[in-house]
């Protein structure tokens, strides 16, 4: 469908995103944009829009901007695979390809009208027309057209085989149904038109640029003509090639970038170089054809959240997106007038997903429902998240959020408070009466990070009561592609849902085989509840299937929430334009616009 939730992968995933992410189908207030540079001002980046800033005539500065928004290893050029979308991997990834909208701070949806523009034609059936800027390019010279939508329609469309697997190994996989014949138009235009099956509540968000279709043709051996005929027939013989490629191409060593003829930007900025371990730098794109940025390079540094606030003290590090922990905000506000610090509510949410591959312990339901009476979810905001945001709450749903005006009534609706309060002594009746006391639970989540460690302790000391053995399975490799959760050696996963206000994103999660569905959860309530959503546009209609899947995750377990996350960053008080936002695109959301104040 579309590329949503980021999983952050030490908090998110998109994700999201998810992964990735979190949504509010039946909501239409998302949060508004409420970070603030709570020391100096400065660098806050003020703008009268949601959206990227009006910073008129632009001369791109010759200089450096050093960011950290995790310590995990940059993945791969190809950041849409189910292994390489997290929001590490997308910080970079995203300043290399541009798409027709983006959210703002606030979720709201912008056209980008670098790329192009797009207009609704008809809402029976829902058609959109799309027009490529007769200027767009790629990095490399070749124009940007209706075969580069194509390929991306190719990518996330099921129904192009290879056996009885879909031949591209896409983090999303439904637009072949949603959209069935795909962009129509001629291959080298700029202009193409697409018509839903039916209608789909975040078509404005629908991804319709993915990868270059150049490369990707020549590297199946074939023209890109040809392959958009192979992808119209459905020829996945033909297309075999070419899909390997994709799938993993553009994977490579730790520091070792593709050849620069395989790269190809279509964004404001392109892959420069790569020290494994240490960073990423980004070039400005030379041959953009929208906005030039503002800063001639962005470096990505791998840095340890517990790192960040020395080297942005040091001025190793010019903006940092840590972990929102107490000790940081403290140490960040020591700094005084060097740095600004923003901070503001989040769309991004905390959470614990069982597993549910066969011969798991937790495939059990009684053994979900043990584990849940245990998890001590107020310990957990009390502690760690309510110093941050004195107004956190345990969050009792996934796809709205406390902030949000209609929260309550879906709880009221889905959710009968049968693990607010821990009962250990009642987990433990569940236990002994399943012959299941010392049943192992390895706590999986990415490594190292200081307060899902802490989360990790607090659910031991109160479950191990009850007689689970639960094991700390903190890895820096647990997201990684071969890691830990793509191999299933957990019981629990904890990470976070990265996402930016869509309505329907969810499905990907929660559907019966979608591509973020890691825990491999299956329910055919679920499946419909998710159908019939993503198929209207009446927002009471968003409700009240909202409504029902909350009921029916909750009654299934098929993970347990735990809250919105408070979002914090900061950026030296000489770096001008650094805006939060709630969003999953985080910190680097608008860093073309960043650069040094005179």
Sequence with gaps: MRFQRVSKAVALGAALAFT????????????????????????????????????GDITTKDDTITVSVGAPEFISYNGFTP????????????????????????GKIYANEDLGSYEKVSDDPLTIE????????????????????????AIQNPNLKDGDKALFDSVSQDLGDTVPKGPEGEPDSKKFTVTFKAPDPDWEIQTWMVSPAHVVAKQGGMSTEEMVEAVRNGDGKALK???????????????????????????????????????????????????PAATKNITFRFSADNTMVQSLENQDLNVIAPQPTVDTLTQLEALGDSVNVLTGDTLTWEHLDFNFRDGNAMTDPELRKAFAMCVPRQEIVDNLIKPLNPDAKVMNLREVFPFQENYQEVVDAAYDGRYDEVD?????????????????????????NERR???????????????????????????APGG????????????????????????????????????????????????TLAGSLDPAVHLEQTKKIEKLLWDELYGIPL?????????????????FTATQSGIVWNAEQWVRAE
């Design 563 to 579: 809250f919105a996350h408070p979002g914090l960053n900061a950026a030296s008080s000489d770096i001008d334009n650094v805006r």
């Design 130 to 153: 799309y027009t490529i800027s007769d200027d767009a390019k790629w990095s490399d010279g070749t124009p940007i057209t209706t075969a580069d939508a194509v390929l991306a329609w």
């Design 241 to 291: 090639k070419a899909a390997e490629f994709w799938n993993t191409g553009w994977n490579t060593d730790p520091g070792k970038l593709p050849d620069e003829a395989l790269i190809p930007s279509s964004g404001p900025y392109k892959l420069d170089s790569w020290q494994a371990g240490e960073s990423v730098t980004l070039v400005a794109n030379e041959n953009y054809y929208g906005t």
């Design 453 to 479: 460690t802490n989360e990790v302790a607090a659910i031991k000391s109160s479950c191990d009561k009850a007689g689970f053995k639960v094991e700390d399975a903190g890895d820096p490799q647990f997201f």
């Design 20 to 55: 990735m992410s979190a949504c509010a189908p039946g909501g239409s207030d998302a949060p508004q944009e409420s970070g603030s540079a709570t020391q100096n001002g400065g660098g806050g980046g003020d703008a009268s829009t949601t959206g990227l800033a009006d910073l």
């Design 484 to 531: 830990t959760q793509e191999r299933g050696d957990y019981e629990v996963a904890l990470f976070a849902w990265a996402g930016s206000g869509q309505i329907s994103s969810g499905q990907n999660i929660y559907s019966t085989g979608k591509p973020q569905n890691y825990g491999k959860f299956s329910n055919k309530e679920v499946d419909q509840a998710w159908e």
């Design 424 to 448: 250990v002594d009642g987990a433990k009746k569940i236990l002994e009466d399943n012959d299941a006391v010392g049943t192992k639970v390895r706590i999986g989540y990415s490594s190292p």
């Design 83 to 106: 292994q390489t979308y997290s929001t590490y991997n997308s910080a970079i990834t995203d300043r290399l390809v541009s798409g027709f909208s983006y959210f703002g701070t606030d």
